[in-house]
């Protein structure tokens, strides 16, 4: 149970992790800083993080209504949670989830399942499963409103397989090669 009493402090269930950026900061284009990022895949069945979600979304969206935006609702809002199969429909790795892009100009904790620090850049990658402890918060911005996420921490539960591409060298260079050839007479 998390102690943060932050009404828009949600921590996560068991979520895919993608387009990872967590020991490296990356900068969306030369023209926006460099940040800690991830894109968060969150099951459809869900329902206990998607309930948590939804009211730190609400709750962000009411302390805009009365610290960003002058008392009033705007009509036109960008809101955080996002329909992988609307959006992504021919990415299998979205497929019957939602997700949510975090960031953060400092790095997130990363524990593992026991909340011992991960000292090893390579245990936590894009396609692992991870719990998230994630901010909301309303912004206004170049005549955008909206909630957006800032990313706090991070807690690898489970591994999965790699979604950044390439593949297992012991797949690729298995027992199984004979190239019929001496190389001492190379």
């Known amino acids: ?19 990872e ?3 490296e900061p990356a900068a969306i284009d030369d023209n926006s800083p460099a940040k800690y990022s991830a894109c968060i895949v969150i099951p459809k069945s869900d329902t206990t993080t998607l309930e948590k979600v939804n009211a730190a979304i609400e709750r962000a969206l009411q302390e805009g209504i009365q610290s960003k935006w002058k008392g009033k609702r705007p009509a036109k809002l960008k809101l955080p949670l996002r329909d992988g199969d609307v959006e992504r429909p ?30 090893d850049a390579e245990e936590i990658y894009s396609g692992c499963y991870c719990r998230f402890a994630i901010d909301f918060y309303p912004f206004s911005a170049s005549g955008n409103n909206g909630v957006a996420v800032g990313l706090v921490n991070v807690q ?6 790699r979604l950044a591409g390439g593949s297992d060298p012991e797949d690729d260079f298995g027992d199984d090669f004979d190239d019929g050839e001496d190389f001492d007479d190379i």
């Open 1 to 19: 149970m998390s102690k943060n009493t932050n009404p828009c402090h949600v921590v996560t269930g068991k979520c895919r992790l993608s387009y």
């Open 156 to 161: 690898k539960w489970a591994d999965g397989p």
């Open 21 to 23: 950026h967590l020991n």
């Open 90 to 119: 021919d990415d299998p790795v979205f497929a019957n989830a939602y997700f949510i892009n975090a960031n953060s100009n400092r790095q997130p904790k990363m524990v593992d399942r026991d909340r011992n620090e991960i000292m």
